[in-house]
Structure formats: C-alpha cells, structure tokens
C-alpha cells in the first residue's frame, strides 16, 4: 500500500462518464494498491438534487454547484471533467492554470481553435493532464501497441477502424446534447469517431491527409419538452462520418463511425495489416486479441485467438487468474492507475518532462484529424491534417 | 442510498476469492445503491504479516487470527468463509450457530457427509446463507433461466456441461491444497465440476442417476519447499472427472471437468437443447448467450448472439449502456446483491422462510452429485444421486 | 490423365447417399486426373421407375433391379453398397466374393455379429474394400491426423466429441427406415454415432471400455402410408446415445450422437487435448481447424483458425487457390480418390496386403464399440470393446 | 433430365477460371438436370501442349489455336471467355456477334472505353450474355438479396465492404499478367474490387459519387524468366484501392479491395445496415448469413447465425441436405444454372427481351464505378460515376 497521502478529486460532471470515472477512482487502489490512495472530494453541477444524488452514490464527500471555485480550492488535487463538450475548454483551462491534474473527457475541444488554446495551456501547466481515450487501455490494445512498438508486424500496410452503434436510430430518439453543435461540436465523428482516430493514431501513427464524407439520415428529432412533445428541432451534427487516410509512414487508412449501424450496440473495431502479420480487435468482444504472424508455420498459419487475461499481458496482473476476463470499466481503471502513476513520477521529481499518453496533445491532434475531416466532408477535397491556418 | 446500519463482514481467508469478495463487496453499494451499505470489518487468517498486507489492500478495518472468537462478536452480521475446503464445515457451522448470515466458497464441503451436517445447521438458523457459485449470476445466464422458467425453450432434451481449465498441465506445477484430499475433497470435480453442477441443476433440475469416470493423469508432484525441490508427493484427487446423467425430468446430461484440456483457461460451457429451442453460452465470453428459436422463419433460423448487456437483461440496470461488457467480478457482484436484498427482506421480516438460492441446500445436492459421481467412478455403476446412505 | 482402362461401377441403391457417391465418381477424375478414369456402369435398385431418373440424372448406362446378377457381372469392376443397413451384409458378401472391389456406406453391419462375417470375407477378398466414413477426408481431419501421428499434441488426454442434429424433433417426422431396428440396427448411434467413433479412432486410436445411455425421447411415430394418416409405430431405436470412453492410451473420450439438439443441423464436432497442445473442429465449419500449441509464447498464446485451404494442405491441391473452401462433397471426392489409388496399386501389385483405412476391419472396430455402448446401455456396466463372445 | 439438345461450349483461356468454368460445367446438369445439357467442345489457347492437357483433364472434345475461327463455328452455342483481361473485348464482340451466348469473366474490360463498346455489342445481340461475378450465386448472398428486395431491412443507411487478400505480399512474387496495366487493366481494384462492387450494386443499388485513394505498395516486382532472375519490372497497377461512395438512394458506401492484407487469404465480406435490420456475409464462411432484425423481443436481439442449406434457401434444393455445407465451385454452377435458364428460355421466346444478371449491362456499370475510382484517385476530387464523358 502507497504510503502517500490521498490525492482529492473534483468531478465536474455526474452522468454517464461520471459514474465511470467515479467508479475508477473507487476500484484503482484496490487493483493498484501501490499507487496514492484517492478520495473523491467534491462533485460539482447545476441540479443540486440531483448532485447531491449522485454524490451519495458514488461516495463523494462534498457537493457543489460553481465549478470556478472548486478548481482552484487548495484541497483539490485532481480535477476531472466530464461535463457535455461545450464546457472542456473552460474548466480544464482554469483548472491547469490552477495547478491542478486535470482529467478531461474527449473530446477535448468543440472545435480546433479552442483544442489548440487548451493544448496551450497543458504544456505550460505544472500539473499532469490526460484525455480519456480509455479503449487505448484494453490491455489486448495495449499487447497490440507492445507488439507493434517491437516491430513484430514489420511495414503497416493498412488500418481500417470502425466505431459502429445504433442507439439513435429510431426517430424518436429526442434532440439531447450530442445532437446538437454547440453543446457537442460534432456527432459520431467527435463522440466515437474520436476513439477510433486515437487508437489509429497510438498503433500506427499519425495522419497526413484524409478525403470525407459525413451524414445525418434523420435531420430532425423531438425535444424533450414536458407537455410539449411535438417541439422539434434540427440536428446539425453528423449521424455517421467516413474517412479515407494516408498515414505518414505509408499506410492507408479506411475509417468508419455511425450510430446508424443497426444491431451493432458498441463495436468499436480495428484491424491491421503490416508486412509480417496482423492484428485484430473489437470492444464488444474486448479480452481477445487476434493476431496473425506469416512466420507460423505454412501448414498452420491463422489468426490465433488471444485471451489477453494472462499474467503476462499489460495490467492483467492487476486483475484474476487466466481466463477470467475483465470489462468495460477496467479501460478506465488502467487509465487512472496509469495517471496516478504519472502524478506521482512527477511529484518525485522523475520524469518531469514526460507526460502520459494520451494527453492533451493527443487530443489536439485528434482534434486537427476531425478538423480535416470536418473540411474535406464540406469541401470534397483531400484535406492535410496539418493544413489548418492554426 | 439506503439509510440502514451498514452491515459489518468478518471475512475468513484471503486468497484468490478473498481478493473476489472483498471486490464485491467493496463494489456492490456503488452499483445497488438502495441495498444497505457493508463493511468490511475484520479479516481472519492464519499467516500474521499476510493477513496484514491482505486486509490494507482490501480495506479491512482489522485483521484477526482466530475465527473462532470473530465469527461470535455481536459487531459482525455477516461471515464470509473463502478457506481452503476443509475449514468450510466448522466455520460455517459455528457462524451459523452464531446467528450470522453466512456466505461459504463451493464447494460446500470435503465430503456429503459434511455437507449434510451443515445444511442441517442452515436449516436451524437465522441468517440467511448462501454458497457462491457466482457464475448463475452471469445476466446471460440468469437471462437463460428466466427464458427456461417461460417455458420458451419448451421440454428439455439435452445439456453438455463442459468446464475445462489447464493451469496443472505442467508436470512441475506443486502439489497445492487442491491437489490433496484431505485439504481439497476432490479435484477437478469439486473445483470446477461443482460449478457446471450448479449450472445444470439452476437451468434444467435435478439430476436422478450417473455414470463416471475419474482420472489423474500426473499422479506425483513435486511440494513446494524451500531448499527440497525434489520432495515429491501422490496427487490424491482427480485431474479430470465425467460423467452421464439422466434428469428427473427426463433430460440426458452429459458434463466434464477437466485441468487437463490444453488452451482451455477457463471453459464453462453449456448447451442446452429443448424442443423449442437451443441455449449456448462460455464463461470465457460471458456477456452473450446464444439461442436459437425453432418458431423462427424457415428461411432464418439460426443461433442469434445476445449482447446481454441491455437494460432489459437481468442485473444490467445496475451497470452501463447497451454494449458496454461486465466481466467475472461482476458475478460476484450480483450474487453479494443478492445476498445482501435477502438480509434485507428476513430483517424486515419480508420472506421469512425463502432463502435466496444457491444456498446451502443448494450445497448439499450439488454434493449428493458429487457423492454419486465419486461412488460410481469407484464401482462402475449408474448411482442414485439420492442412492447414499446419507 | 491415366491411361488406364476405365472403372465400371455398379451402385446398389440411388437416394442421398447414392447421390453423394454417384457425384464423386462424377468428379474425382476432373480433380484427380491422374488416377484410373471410372465409368458409371449399372444403378440397381427395386422401383423401376424412380432407379431409371435416377439414372438419368447421376448418368448410369443401365438400370438393373436385381443386385445379385449385377455384383457377378464380369464388366463390372467396383460395387458400390448405399442401401439401407439391412441389406449391406449379403451384397458385401457377394460382391467381395466376386473379386469386386467394394465400397459400403457406414455402419457396416446391423449387428456385430454381422461385422464379423463381413471383415472376415472382406480378409480372403482380392478386392479393395472400403467404408464410407467420409469425415476423415474433410482436410482439415487430414492434417489433425498428421499432427497427432507427428507427435506434435505429445500424449493425448482428452476427446470430446458430438453429432449434434435436429431432422426428428418433430413429432411429426415419419416412421423411415432409419427409425426401425430391423432395417437400421440403431438410431443415432449408428448413423451418426458411427462416424465420430470412427473420427476418434482414426485421431486417437483404440477404445478400450466404455459407459453409456441411450435414449427415445419420442417413442411413437406415424408411419407414411397413403390414405391412412394415423398409423402410427413403436420407434425401437435410439433417438440419442451417450457415453463416456477410456482408450488403451489413457485418454478419456465423451461422446454424443443425438438427433434432438436443436438447432443443430450437422453438429459433428471434436476437441481433442493433448500435452502440447490441442484440436478443434466442427463439420459446418468443416474447412478451419483450430489448434493450439503450449510452445507459442506466453504472450501470443490462443487457437488460431487455420484455414485448410492452402496448398500444403491435404488433398487440397486438387482444388482452388487458399481462401476458396470446399464442401461436403468433397470429402466423398477426397475418399474416392483414395480408394481409386489402392485400386490402382493393388493392380500393380504394389501394396498388396496393404489396404487404406477406414475399410472393413474398420468398420468391425466401429462395430464393436457401438455393440459395447448398447450393451452398457442396456445393463448400466462398463463395457470392454473387446469383451463380446464375439 | 432435359430433352433438349446439348449445347456446346467453346472455352478460350483454360487457367485457374478454366478449371473453375469447366468444372462448373461439368456439374451444372447433375445438380440442375431440368437443364439442356451441355457439351465441352473445344477449349482455345495457344500453347499446344498445354491446351491439350488442359483440354484432357476439363474434359474436352477438341483444342484449337486460333479463337476466331472458332467463335464462328456453326457448332458452338456458348463461347466461355476466361482469358487475361485485355482479350476480353475483341473474343467478346466477335462472339456476340456470330450470335453466340457469351460467359465473360470479370472485369468486363480494360477501360471505359472497351466496356461501352462491348455493352452495346451486347445489347444489339441475339445470345445471352453474362458476366462472371459468381460470388453474387453464393446462396447467402441471395437469400440477402430477397431479403433486401422484400424491404426486410428497411431504408438502408450503410454497406461496409472489403475484399481482402494477402497473395501478394512477398516481393519476391513475380510480375504476372494481373500486376501490368496493360494485361489487366488494374490490379487489385478490377481483379477483386469488382467483386465488391457488383455485390453492392445487387444488394443496395446504384452508386452516384465516389471518393478514392489507390496505392501500390511493391512498385518493382522480378519476372518470370528463365536463367535472368535479376529482371525487373514496374508494378504499374494497384496494389490496394478504396474509396467512399454515396449511393442515388442516400447510403453510405466504404469500400476496400486489397491484396496486402497479411492473414486474409480470400476476404470478401460485407455488412448492411438497415433501418429495419442489418446482414453480415464473409465468403471463407460462404455459407453462412449474419442477420439482425430490429424487431425482435428487446431481450433477446442478436445477430442470428443461418446455416444457408436449407431446402428453402437459394439454390439449395439441387444439392445436400440441411448443414451440408457447399464451397466456391458452387457459386458458379448457380450462376451457370442461371445462364443455362436463360438460354433455354430466350430459344423458347420466353422472355425475349430480358437478359440474366450480372451481363454485360451490369459489367459496364461496374466498369463506370472503377473509373471514377480510378478518376478520383487522380484528382484527388468526388468523381461522379456517371460524369464521364463516354
């Protein structure tokens, strides 16, 4: 067990990300019992029924409704923000330039001139800061990067990454902040598209140049209005973004995010294919690992279906014994184990350059990949991920 | 957030399933938030400087080495026994004298003698009990036992029962306690065969009559001790056990148990046939059950993949949105919910004489299959699961 | 192309299976062309008019109704035995004893007594003599066995094996052939049972004792007479057969053949689990094998899913390029050609006592394990394989 | 078994889509013998001794050098052109117009330009005409295409689909006849792109727009020559395409035809999704449908698994019973059954004017796609498929 003393986090935020990032920070020191002990200090919203609520149940000690001064209270240590996307830039900004590590949801920015301001600010900031690309922490994604690191696939040739779900497929389906620009900045392309562009960009590396289209099949849906139930208004984001992409290093790219791929509740997908192997992978099935070496033997080559739950795969000796998987949460437990890590690096003065990935630079670039996408779906052109006036 | 007292667990044991139970234990407030909130009191064990380390990480208040004296304090309401086998009996049984409500490892006992003893005690109590075969609380299998109890599958023809491990394939692997008789009862059939009992018993019945084989395939291991690598000793229980069944209902079973079925970590398999339908379902991939429907059109049958990670399926309201996976603690989770609603309702005196299941009752006849198995492996003939003397 | 002088081939019996065979005489020369050319001489059969279209369509040049004056016919090379069980024991005869060469569709016999009389004239025959256990030729079997026979699973553990179908659970389903004991022998254990006993013998070798159920789930069936709709019969065969298996060489073997898996329409499927690795395969998916192999890296380890479509695999460079599978067919092609081949080279003189498997003696083996499986079923004992009086 | 004459075939080209058609030939009239019959009269090519041991093994009356004295042979019903790409047009037009029907393996032709020529030959003939995408006679595929046509799915949003292999990978693969523009038109986006395309077009309609990138991957490749290994030459084609595509309809299309996709030998695969439900097809497991219907009970949704062999699917009753699986050879029987329809129904006046798909018709269409693939490639821009200028 960390000797340390607990490290006191504000959560500005208590829906869905905040039940998981509150469940992190519960279950990390029980999995990671040598990293500082956490307590979750203060959670912060507008509806203060249903903070107070919600504070009970995730086991914060305090509530409140002005995040400003939250942040720069000097009993705060970690600030993590899982409010709607219109409110990153905001928060995260005050609360690096309170010296705060600061956690924030992705995607990191409503647009790329607000991700090139946070970004900004991160790297001038004292303290640790992250984006919660938390697929990246299957450690069946992390065996991939391990081994993609050690150049066991050799030449990447190709990538083609889908994030395919379908909540929103029935008309019915009210106009709730995703749907709309100013509160989410994008649709699929932001909410999951992002993940697949940041497991792109951890595995193979990054984005030159990318062609686009972008889609809203259904451009108008119901507010949720009490009694007002014929009150609708028009999406203005997209329902699913395409993109085709060359890589720097060669390879071609073919990505996918929608919420209309009915029967697909969560399948976040990749594939990879280099010169001596490949690997596949899919969240709804997220424990496996497929891989493929050209090497095997010419009688028995296949993909070979990996059960990443050994000892010897990344953060698993956190967990159970072989064969006992692990699931959705435990991506959040390993990003949390892996930033407490990282606040405790540098407060011993190690690494005191590095940062862990992904942080807010991986959100800017991510950001200036979205962007580009965003340009050439409107354009028809090619558009350079760096080819932004910013 | 339930306003009742928290309930106090002293927890005897502290290996592998103590890690599981005080997970869950520590979890299932956060995802059951109306049940009465738990605490985790005192951790008993033998090893001082183990215990010691065990209960800092899981957040045990203290730690003790006597259970006799903690299962008696008036401070702890719940006992929850994770020992090897052999303890099961006397702790169970002193606890349950003591009025507490009882949690025990599977499988119940050493022997059905044992087991019958202490469903005995159970029965005379007052606190509730419960036996942790966690893997009925898997929500695909609670799904396929609502689906069962509908009657959807129709009369029941079939079920192969399969749990298939190889952590012991290595000749080198040390004579533990599961390897000794007189610590562990049995082998592979207690172990791992209890479970698929449990299953088949929860989905289809009871069963009547069995046939089986038992074999070791390594019969001498090495100990484990320091400077003596070559004290070897005679594995006395089962590596592998199988055997045929016939249901009171009518249905033929056939199940395995095995640590000998190489690349199998962890394979808890069944597959039920009725004349209505088909029901699959793999520990190693938990959250779906597959089912086939004979209604369905002529020109699309077939076996459909449930993603039981709907809030319509069983346990998932507690959890996260449809496609976002659990995994093997979260059945442990819902077992100590379970368990937990059941103290609940006995101390406002709601279902006075209803036990949740599997109980110790549960133990016991998961025991006479077991007896039965083990007599008939000896002489080679189909034994009454009712057939002992006992 | 051979030059050889063209095979002419007298089928008994024209529904499925005469179908299936008459197709692989049909094709094994396109695939083959090397092996002696074969020309479809005579289809006997008893209904005049339905043997003529079958003839017309399968391409025979004859008809003919009476078996025993075809099988003597000096221009007739090889018999070719698809007839309801009852019949195979006096055609075989014959035609062996006419020097023929001679194909039989599996089981062998109705009884053991019957395999008997058969393996012992098919011993003094001059002819070839083969049984139709097609499975083994599917590519994926092939390379299984050279596997195992190369030693790379080392000592074998475990089989587990099952054919899983689902034609009869209605009710409804008439009285056929394959329902009756005098026409059939057995029920499932016969006709499906047979070819995963034969598939476990060829991987794994001799069985030595075994126990077993066999059950009618419904007992009684309409016949399918005109007219006369509620003429119903006793089924006095099994509908399902279970039992569990020990080999000479240690391993355990559970088997199931059951016509009431729903869902299951051609479930035949093993696993086998050896120390350094083990098998998968499943005849609806009957082109991947998937193995495994304890010395893949700890990191990488998994069953891979090979795709037996390669030309290094078994009889597969006859066929297409890798990726393009082939079918049921195939493996009747597949055993074809093999027995065209021991044609061949017994009339060369090369080989001359050696005959390929599976072939009569076979087929008696087989038998013999069926016969100990009704006779443990019957009076609930261990059986040995060889511990008839036969 | 048909009356009618036999019809004879002249097959020019006699490699891997030589064996491929011939076999298909050869089985047509056993699996569908209400069919004409069908004769294999002369196979062209022009090495000698080649065709003629070609000729041998197909089953071939007769050989010949020369394709045009044969396409005008009074004998010939049928002229099956199976040559490289560059010989389609000018084989295909001389036989379309000596009134021949014509078989014409995929892609139609080398450019744009060719296939509207060849398109307009077709329309003004009196054969039949047909073009070889046999992946559409996959049963599965066309159970997905009544489906799709009965409006199962409902609007359709998206068609992911990839055509995946990895032949290529080595650079040491020779630079054969499919690797040089001038042969085959282009690489990997004629010879398996097509595929993909001509399935998109059957199953979800017409595309209106594409964007495009192409790359080759190995730009120099050694030929094929004897004693001077050190000659190279320039891959002048693509290595891998892909591209997005919107559909008239308003779908969206993202497509993938590659040969250096390490670990997939043959993946051809497509998902759709429909407001109403969603289909899956892979053809390694060819036999095989993936559907999900948006209808079904909110517990239990899933992807269904349908074993394509039923007697109710596709073209399913000419061969085996219920999971007996069919392989590659299979799809083009059903696309010759269809072909061989189609002629008998054209000789009978039946309808006259309608023409089997996929013809020449949807051959240029394919061709159109290709070239705005192709255009879009160049430029960098959305190329309409109808805005060429041809």
């Known amino acids: 067990m960390s000797e340390g003393k607990a490290l006191r986090v504000a959560m500005i935020g208590y829906q869905f990300m905040g039940k998981a990032h509150s469940h992190a920070f519960r279950d990390v020191s029980f999995y990671f019992p040598n990293l500082r002990p956490v307590t979750l200090q203060v959670l912060v919203g507008r509806q203060e029924e249903r903070v107070r609520q919600a504070a009970a149940r995730y086991g914060f000690a305090e509530v409140a409704s002005d995040w400003r001064e939250i942040v720069e209270r000097d009993d705060i240590d970690i600030v993590d923000i899982v409010t709607p996307n219109h409110l990153h830039r905001e928060i995260a900004i005050a609360a690096l330039r309170a010296g705060k590590h600061v956690l924030c949801e992705k995607p990191l920015a409503l647009s790329l001139e607000e991700a090139v301001e946070m970004e900004m600010e991160a790297k001038k900031a004292l303290g640790i800061n992250m984006i919660c690309h938390n697929y990246r922490f299957a450690p069946a994604v ?5 081994w993609l690191q050690e150049g066991r696939l050799g030449k990447i040739y190709h990538i083609r990454a889908q994030y395919l779900q379908d909540w ?8 709730e902040w995703r749907l709309q620009k100013q509160l989410a900045g ?4 932001g909410d999951i598209g992002s993940h697949i562009i940041d497991l792109a960009r951890f595995l193979v590396g990054e984005i030159d140049d990318v062609t686009a289209v972008m889609k809203t099949f259904i451009q108008e849906r119901p507010f949720m209005v009490e009694n007002e139930q014929d009150v609708t208004g028009k999406v203005d984001v997209d329902d699913a973004a395409a993109f085709l992409a060359k890589f720097l290093d060669g390879a071609l790219g073919v990505f996918e995010a929608t919420r209309f791929a009915t029967g697909n509740r969560n399948g976040n997908r990749f594939e990879i294919n ?4 490949s690997l596949r ?8 690992l497929y891989a493929y070496f050209v090497d095997d033997p010419a009688d028995c080559q296949g993909f070979r279906q990996i059960q990443c739950t050994e000892s010897v795969h990344p953060y698993l000796q956190a967990y159970w014994p072989p064969g006992h998987i692990i699931g959705y949460e435990h ?6 184990a892996t930033f407490l890590m990282a606040i405790e690096r540098r407060e011993q003065g190690i690494d005191y350059r590095n940062l862990p990935s992904p942080n807010f630079t991986d959100g800017l670039y991510n950001q200036r990949v979205m962007a580009a996408v965003e340009r050439s779906a409107e354009n028809g052109k090619w558009e350079k991920v760096m080819g932004s006036a910013i």
């Open 274 to 277: 280099g010169e001596k192997g």
């Open 281 to 288: 992978w899919d969240l709804e099935d997220m424990n496996r």
């Open 331 to 336: 991506t959040f437990i390993n990003l949390f």
């Open 186 to 189: 994008s649709g699929a392309l």
């Open 142 to 146: 992390q065996l991939a990067k391990q």
């Open 168 to 175: 929103m497929i029935s008309p019915d389906h009210p106009m």
